[in-house]
């Protein structure tokens, strides 16, 4: 018996996909037809999992300190740190 699952884009939810071969570690990457954007299933630093950003976001608004953050989400405060600058680039 053979068993399918379905694989969705994380950005836009389109099912049309590419396999857009490994990264470094060996996992499959996809890229999808429609936001023409690549992803892997799995990330292995959490930083990089969806979520995260606006979680960052959230605790600013909560007066949570950098280090306080990236210890909570399980992050490096450099991370943290970087995600405030490109925010404030874009502004």
């Known amino acids: 018996m053979e068993h399918y699952e379905q694989i969705l884009c994380r950005y836009c939810a389109s099912g049309d996909l590419q396999k857009n071969g490994k990264n470094g570690r060996g996992e499959q990457r996809y890229k999808c037809k429609t936001c023409k954007r690549a ?4 990330y292995a630093y959490k930083a990089y999992a969806p979520g995260v950003k606006e979680k960052i976001d959230k605790q600013v608004l909560n007066s949570s300190g950098m280090r306080y953050i990236a210890r909570n989400l399980g992050i490096n405060k450099n991370t943290v740190i970087s995600h405030f600058k490109k925010k404030r680039q874009a502004e």
């Open 39 to 42: 992803f892997i299933r799995n």
